[in-house]
């Protein structure tokens, strides 16, 4: 097996065996960019090293060795030289990109021999021993694990010591002195000298990057993203051309559109003499692009000439790295851009009337996930012109966002926990803050630019983020930002707005955005592609109005316990459920109908004759009885009981474990009259919108079912009583009745119940708690451990576990259509708007998904990129 | 279709078409048996009568007149004739016997002109009248239903206004009369004339014991004995002789052999001048058979001749009802004999040694379920040298027991479900008793024989029961009974023997049955023919050796957690729960260890070698934490906290659903220090056995697992730490590392859950709760109402539902065997211990089958059954 390839060799093997970045270099060689030479050791050599307890091996240095020599040959310079030394950075690069996560070193083979060849070749002393310091800080960072404060402590005394007020202003002597006390500080943390020999160095780099694969934030990343933990990463070895060699000398990113909006212009960032560490750590706030035209109009005009070749090359949108070496472009890194959602949308968009991707091209460049960012609220314009922005930022990644501010990462996640909406406020972020993150409604940070760690990650996120807003004034240690005089204190509100970079002291409502023609065009190639019919949940007629709004084709689970919680009827519920007998509760439950009647007229008139799938009542009785003594005293009067009659009834009614007790169609089986009384509220809503000439066809559906013959003793309960309204009313409508499959049981027997069921809908939520024996209201006590431990790779209630609980459903589909050719099949859990799960009911053959409203746009292009997937198989 | 066919026609059509009593009948006419002849409707008619909505049509009605002008044809007797009338008895029959549940109707055919045909016929106008009379009161009431009461009332009243003291002494005249007051009641009661004409008479009953195959006691008795649903019953139509008709006359029943023992000799019972109804309801208490021999010697030979033709024809023990009409025998039914376990034991081993059955039928001769009969307790002999019996009734069925007094089933029911043992005392016992049977410890009648209601039915059951124990007189009404002067009150103890028919006050401590050489004989027999092993639960040495005793050949399901409850170490599980810190825990891991490791070492010792199955901690940590306040007060001093502090802890302990919460190896994956203690105390334990000599291999099993990667993690960490005990003491034991399949996707991912596990264990308990969604400790709440209604055949937490949970073993037997051909496979739920569901386990391919230890014999025989079984097909 080959462990190493120089990038003339890579071009062609691709981004699972070399990583993206690897990947990238191999193919820029090959197309004839002037990249800066060096190899790729692969992500299999990753895994071996697992395998073989995380040490290099004797075969795989001689590999290293040999991929050396050749690079020396090719530089004409040579690792450890004292007049033309060899410098090279070592990164890590995954088959999927994960920016910032894993561990890159710059500048190795710099010791004390080499940095005076340095000194010499580049005739810039300062220069070389600036290198060196770096080197060092860097390489015991990263390498050896020695905190980096320790160093800029001793890089902030010397700057006090001689009122020196930036970096720069250290000369080439403090720059030799403080390489002195580095290499001291090296040796006292950690027992042994500075490494000297550059091949060592770079062995211990090797390690290094591979072993940050599974460094913790990279784990939570991955989990994040939904990255596999198994793709190991590439490491990247390659010579150093350097940004900071003078004025002429520079280093940025760019990319070939705008990534927030889409907009066709090159976008990018660059900093004068600096390394590319300056840009995306956000230390210093870098120029646009744009000025590099004024600054070297024809390295400007050649990086144009660059971006073009690379967009067309990848036929997408570019994320660029490149150095300047005295006047000379050299390109680091080529890979296709995060992006916004709207970004996404437009560049796809723009790309097909381009005539660059075809349709299907541009359905597939959209991630599913993000289109809720579309949906994420701005500000109310009303609220808003009553308020005066405080403070203005870079306008880092769009929405509106208004919560209490924390300051740090710990605090936003028990502030989430608390149900607090939190902004993060940071000097910067850094990976270390990437839960603190995903927490925060909304992130502010007072330095960095569009591509600083901030931008970068909320982007990704589709999380709301100003970044750059200098007006801030944090200290993070004591937990307040100054706005001029202006304290603001850790609880106090803040409203950012990241499509602007305005932010707001105090708290303003948001609303809805409104979507793009070009959103509208994207939604309808969606469409037209998809097989999968798309419905939502959706339990009032707000919602139902809100779900046609967003392309829903249906209600797929209408949950009739919502109707029962409102306050003019919720006393009537309790007395139905306190009762004694059939006739007291027939009384209250007569009362009830009315209510019920109402609701689902409402909800039938929205929905014009659009399938509606309605839930009987599912949750344990004991969820309506009255919690405080106050509401225990209203329905003791109303009963003409004693507040300790009410108590005991309520306690027979408890249960341990009410997941798995008295619910769904088993309270049909000990109370038929409860779901007699709701049906008949269904079919009389039907026949009154029939007579407005409305066509309602019911879906009515039983929950939790477990056998056939308890499904049919239910079934006989439902038709019964619609016959009588039937006779009653002289007029009929369709109906059909069908069942959750929610059970393992009911999937294990679907063959049986699908003989008697006009439809399934599979409740995936209560499926996953049963199959895996997780309790969603318990498990997050363990379920994080085993995320963390990387025992599970995803959260089985936020990705169906195909694996598991998707065996069940194609099970369940099988027998079902076999039992009954014509049976509708549906999908109803909270996966039901998750890409990955929608393209697995997709490959299941299921008829539709049905998920939350705002969902709805998610699991269409879900859907179609499903439909699309499988055409190009 | 047939529907109706006479006995003559009948041989050898079966019971499943016939019933039981339908056929015997027609096979006892086969082989030439003086039977009255009749005809039998078939239990697919059953069918077809629900289908046609319970009623008679015109089809069926057509071809009961046929058979019935073929009865009266042969019997020379004419329905309604008023000078030679036919009189017939109407019974139901079902597959398989259910005595006492469905209806009977005897002397149908009588009216008001054919009562006097029968008087001048049998020149006894009296016996005339008092058919009549019993006729109109069982027809109105079970045909009519109702109340019987009332018609005693009138009956009671004219003894009374006459000073009877017995029916016997009422007067032709008396009778006359009597019959016109039940027809005057029977107008009242249902609005119209009895029925005069004999062809509504029949057509009616026929119709009521159909409806009677589901009426509630049938359901209850179909339930408890595991008898299918969906068998209906038959109809048999039989002319009626009379035991009535003098002291020449007479009816009984009889045994060819002991049912309560097995010895060989006849037993039985009879009434002079008397119907089949006074013996079976024990109203009056009959004489033994032997007494037949004396009143009528030449009938009492013909009968002997007639069981042992009966019995050899069979092949088995017979129940066999005769009536003897003017000296004259008629055999009215045969069947095989009701037993105690002793007896079926016993007559199938005699069976065996007479040459009459093979060893596999002997096998299959006894009711496995009924085994642990056998191993009920009697009272202490020391005990019970100090108490004299206070009365002496029939030891109608076999076992001792002591409680309360309750009198009726109600109260029983309502003692036992507060954890009281009762002890139900009645006159006699009916069918509308029997859950009141079921759930008392012991049941003792004032009135009745060894084959009344009472007698029979706890037998069924393994019951104890004294019968006819006419020192008590029973006030049911008042709850009392008097011995004497002896007030016996509700709640009093009593403690009565069914063997011996001793009856004392008070409470007498009970103990372990000594078996029979003959049990042990049956017992090698089916240990020869099994393939599955049987193990035990058991937590406890004394568990173990108790196990042993009965025959187990290992442990399937040692629970750790058991001994964490005890008393000395409680406190240390406690303050490793409550610790803060890994460093708390592990100190007061440190002290369970030592616990732990002696248990272990006690346990091994006992099973000196065979296997034993330890699982780890399964049960959430809630479960171990102080519940009054005493118990935290001194959690609190010794961890140096306050009790708010303690309390705070415990509820963030506590869960929604702990059935799906933070259990099983969940613990392991978030405190990896727990498993790791208890590993190396088994370790540790199986290595000091080693030093002693014995051989001991730990089969250490992992509860809850639900993915192979989270075993794989548990795993890890239990072969780190038994690395660590090998090293440390410089020895190794072998081991193995399985684990409990009880979730449902551990069953769906048992491919690859069983390329790393050595072995899996079926959790069907919690298999059970998961497929069905039902919680064990709240699924009382509505699983009644499920059995009630007929949707369940049975409780699926008592009998393996093999159509859904079962499933899902198959799938992961097969799916295990694939992945791991050496796997070891077993079961340790309940119903490890129950026939239907160990024989599912045999069919399967299981290895063995862990019960409770009383339920080891059960299994033993069920999987000898099983064994032949699937030798005969």
């Known amino acids: 097996m080959k462990n190493v390839y120089s990038f003339k060799e890579g071009k062609g093997l691709g981004k699972a065996l070399l990583g993206g970045k690897g990947a990238n270099l191999a193919e820029m060689v090959g197309i004839g960019l002037n990249v800066p030479q060096g190899f790729t050791i692969t992500t299999k050599t990753c895994h071996l090293f697992y395998e073989k307890g995380q040490k290099l091996w004797d075969e795989l240095k001689q590999e290293v060795n040999e991929a050396l020599a050749n690079l020396e040959k090719e530089t004409g310079k040579k690792f450890g030289d004292p007049t033309n030394p060899l410098l090279v950075s070592v990164r890590s690069g995954a088959p999927v990109s994960m920016p910032g996560m894993m561990d890159t070193i710059l500048n190795l083979g710099l010791n004390d021999v080499s940095v005076q060849g340095l000194a010499t070749k580049t005739n810039n002393p300062r220069f070389a021993y600036d290198c060196y310091r770096r080197f060092i800080q860097m390489f015991s ?279 607090v909406d939190a902004i993060l406020v940071r000097l910067e972020t850094s990976p270390e803050d990437i839960e603190g993150m995903i927490s925060a409604v909304g992130i502010l940070t007072s330095r960095g630019g569009m591509t600083s760690h901030a931008a970068v990650v909320a982007r990704g996120m589709g999380k709301c983020c100003v970044a750059g807003c200098s007006d801030f004034k944090v200290d993070e240690e004591n937990k ?129 004759g659009l399938p509606v799938t309605v839930r009987l009542l599912d949750p344990p009785l004991h969820e309506f009885l009255p919690k405080t003594d106050a509401e225990m005293q209203v329905i003791a009067k109303e009963m003409n009981l004693t507040i300790e009659e009410i108590k005991r009834r309520a306690e027979s009614l408890e249960e341990f474990n009410p997941m798995l007790g008295h619910r769904g169609c088993r309270l049909a089986v000990t109370f038929p009259e409860i779901y007699a009384m709701q049906v008949r509220a269904i079919i009389l809503a039907a026949l009154e919108l029939k007579a407005e000439g409305i066509d309602v066809t019911p879906e009515i559906m039983i929950p939790l079912t477990v056998d056939k013959a308890e499904f049919t003793y239910v079934k006989n309960v439902l038709v019964k009583e619609i016959d009588a309204v039937f006779t009653e009313k002289g007029v009929t409508v369709p109906y ?95 996966h039901g708007g998750e890409p990955n799960s929608v393209e697995f009911c997709h490959r299941t053959g299921l008829t539709y998904v049905s998920c939350s409203p705002f969902r709805v746009p998610i699991a269409r292009l879900a859907a179609a990129q499903a439909a699309v997937k499988e055409k190009l198989q």
């Open 480 to 608: 307040v930002a100054y706005v001029g005089d202006l304290a603001i204190k850790e609880g106090d509100f803040l409203s950012i707005d990241g499509t602007t970079g305005n932010v707001y002291l105090g708290h303003i409502p948001t609303v809805d955005t409104i979507v793009s023609d070009k959103y509208a065009k994207f939604m309808s190639w969606v469409d037209e592609v998809r097989r999968l019919k798309v419905r939502a949940n959706a339990d009032t007629p707000k919602d139902a109005k809100q779900a046609l709004n967003l392309g829903a084709e249906g209600i797929g689970l209408c949950r009739t316990e919502h109707m029962f919680f409102a306050e003019d009827r919720i006393l009537e519920v309790r007395k139905m459920i306190l009762s004694n007998t059939v006739e007291e509760r027939q009384v209250a439950l007569d009362k009830i109908l009315g209510f019920q009647k109402q609701d689902f007229v409402d909800i039938f008139r929205v929905m014009q």
């Open 141 to 419: 960072n990263v390498v050896m694990g020695v905190s980096s404060s320790k160093f800029e402590a001793i890089l902030d005394r010397v700057k006090e010591e001689k009122h020196y007020t930036t970096d720069l202003d250290l000369t080439e002597q403090d720059l030799k002195n403080i390489v002195v006390e580095f290499k001291e500080l090296y040796k006292k943390e950690l027992g042994e000298e500075f490494p000297q020999e550059p091949i060592q160095q770079l062995y211990l780099a090797i390690e290094a990057v591979f072993k940050s694969w599974n460094n913790p934030r990279a784990i939570v990343y991955r989990n994040l993203n939904d990255i596999p933990h198994n793709l190991g990463t590439a490491v990247n070895v390659q010579s150093m051309v350097f940004g900071n060699m003078g004025d002429k000398s520079g280093t940025g990113v760019a990319f070939t559109r705008n990534p927030a909006n889409g907009d066709k212009q090159f976008f990018g960032e660059y900093l004068i003499n600096a390394q590319g560490e300056d840009v995306v750590s956000g230390a210093r706030t870098p120029k646009p692009i744009a000025a590099l035209e004024q600054d070297q109009p024809e390295v400007y005009k050649e990086f144009v000439r660059i971006m073009q070749i690379l967009e067309d090359h990848y036929r997408d949108m570019q994320d660029i790295e490149f150095t300047i070496e005295e006047g000379k472009l050299f390109i680091l890194q080529t890979r296709s851009g995060k992006r916004t959602v709207t970004a996404a949308i437009n560049i796809a968009v723009d790309m097909v009337e381009e005539g660059k991707i075809s349709k299907e091209e541009a359905i597939l460049r959209v991630d599913a996930k993000q289109l809720d960012q579309l949906l994420h609220p701005s500000f109310d314009p009303k609220a808003l012109k009553e308020h005066k922005p405080l403070a203005k930022g870079l306008p880092a990644s769009p929405g509106a966002a208004s919560g209490r501010v924390y300051f740090t990462a710990e605090d936003v996640k028990a502030a989430k926990e608390q149900g």
């Open 736 to 830: 059909t009745i069908g069942t959750m499959i929610e059970t393992p049981r009911g999937a294990l027997l679907a063959d049986e119940i699908g003989s008697v069921a006009d439809f399934f809908s599979f409740g995936t939520n209560d499926l996953t708690q049963m199959t895996y024996g997780f309790s969603r209201d318990d498990s997050h006590k363990f379920l994080d451990e085993y995320l963390a431990k990387g025992i599970f790779e995803k959260d089985p209630f936020q990705v169906l576990d195909q694996n598991g609980v998707g065996k069940l459903v194609e099970h369940a589909v099988k027998l079902g259509q076999v039992a009954n050719p014509n049976i509708k099949l549906g999908i109803c859990g909270e």
